[in-house]
């Protein structure tokens, strides 16, 4: 295994060349090269150096250049331009890497120092069935807890469910009324149905409502008939989300869901605890921190309500109850919520409020992962033709059901439990990866056509590439020995040099928590291949260069399928 990533070991030999050129502490600004011609990487650092000691920036280069050590890492670097510094890694260097990738389990990616990351995600309202709005959150959440779990990290998965407040109040009163009349399991199995029924009856029958208004009592004061109504309903809503979870193929379970409902007990005491500290003020009724770093335009500052007039709490005073529990109980050192952008300022207020109180200490990270809406192709949010929310499960069924008839129009040979799989794989990796592949904080366009195309940067076009490499190691039968990778084509650099990056990728797509650097380096890592594949005969080619060849497209298998799986994307042998 390697000891540091790519970046991470030029990074620190330049910075020592830097030092000893007479500009200690300089960022040597290592980057990948903008285009081959120029080598593989460049130090960009010594324009900025030079300016800050005023020198002249190509002496100041060329002063690195003369004490960086780069034996057995680059053949060649060279000044450019204003003062660019082009290197050109060694052949036997990336050969080492890939060798040393190909016999480790994490593929050469070195492990960070190990933190407890909670990963805040999917978390739908339980009145209702989960629609196309919950699935960002979903796809995102899961794919960042599965790259974190894969750098070692101890990761919580934390499902905040919408299960609490007054709206529960309303449908318990209601699944009272169902269960009287013998209709509790037909009325829950369509939840849409069920809540737009108990709506009905809350908007036209006072004493209904007022009904309704006593459960909310009951159930934040314990009763135990309330509450056991209350946990049937949950139950039958958790059993719809986990259909989801599996049918996409998440890493949520049961154990992961912790709801509103888990800080109840704990809003009274947040609320005591601000007014103790000379936060809280009461305005108009209501219990408000009025934070300064959120003025308005007339210098007003933003009124933070814990409390409402009738004594009731909202989201925000349960969010800050679940800062304390994530890091007074859980201890975590980073704390990521994804949720949608709309959001944005409710979470600087709440970070803003939780340091304030001294709820999280200072170097603990708290960080909203939002994302932008999903859009039809008329450019509005993502909506059935009769303008009604998309059932997520009805979105996933037909994901499956054109990946069906794609692969059998394009693989008619295949037998119709391998057509299943190969569908169920082929159209689920497509939803996940047209979302993760675009920057999460943009709106994207759903499109059936583009999503499941072979071309292009697809999950289809990926999958692809493995079967390609499957069906290289079928043909290739008792020719595929274990040999060490050696490397003398151009192709063959391009390829290992972008199988060396991977780690960096890795690293840098948890840190910034932007899933599409992984995806477009696994799109760029297939092209890779591609070209590798038409430049470099794998089968044709004999010897010692057969073997090396094989083990070049073994390690690009091998990553790819972990890249996809770091995704929630199954990689396949045959399409």
Known sequence: MNDSTLLQLLNARFAAAFTAAGAPGANPVIQPAARPEFGDYQANGAMGAAKQLKKNPRELAQAVIDHVDVSGIADTLEIAGPGFINIKLSDAFLASRANAALADAKLGVPLPAKQTVVVDYSSPNLAKEMHVGHLRSTIIGDALARLLAFLGHDVVRQNHVGDWGTQFGMLTAYLVEQDRAGNTAIALDDLENFYRAAKVRFDADPAFADTAREYVVKLQGGDAQVRALWQQFLDVSLSHCEAIYRKLGVQLTRADVRGESAYND???????????????????????????????????????????????????????????????????????????????????????????????????????????????????????????????????????????????????????????????????????????????????????????????????????????????????????????????????????????????????????????FLCGYLYQLATQFMRFYEACPILKSEGTVLASRLQLAKLTGKTLETGLGLLGIEALEAM
Request: with cysteine; net charge negative; charged share 25%.
């Open 266 to 516: 704990d809003l009274p005491r947040v609320v005591a605890d601000l007014r103790q500290q000379g936060l809280l003020v009461e305005d108009q009724g209501a219990q408000v921190v009025f934070l300064d770093e959120f003025k308005n335009k007339e210098g007003e500052p933003a009124a933070y309500i814990v409390q409402k007039q009738d004594g009731g709490y909202l989201y925000s005073t349960s969010d800050l109850a679940t800062l304390r529990y994530r890091s007074g109980t859980l201890h975590c050192n980073r704390s990521l919520y994804v949720v949608d952008a709309r959001q944005g300022l409710h979470f600087q207020q709440l970070f803003t409020l939780g340091r304030k109180a001294g709820y999280v200490p200072a170097d603990m990270q708290l960080e909203h992962v939002a994302f932008g809406t999903m859009m039809g192709e008329d450019g509005r949010p993502f909506k059935t033709r009769s303008g009604d929310t998309v059932k997520l499960v009805e979105l996933l069924d037909e994901a499956v059901s054109r990946a069906h008839a794609l692969v059998s129009e394009k693989n008619p040979d295949l037998d119709e439990a391998t057509r299943q799989q190969v569908a169920q794989a082929v159209g689920i990796g497509a939803v996940k990866y047209a979302d993760l592949s675009k920057h999460r904080t943009s709106d994207y366009v759903f499109s059936w056509d583009s999503m499941l195309s072979f071309e292009g940067n697809t999950a289809p076009y990926l999958q692809y590439a493995c079967t390609r490499i499957a069906g290289v190691f079928r043909k290739a039968g008792e020719l595929a020995v274990d040999a060490p990778i050696a490397i003398t084509e151009p192709a063959e650099h391009a390829l290992a040099l972008e199988l060396a990056r991977f780690a960096d990728v890795v690293n840098a797509t948890a840190a910034e928590a932007l899933p599409h």
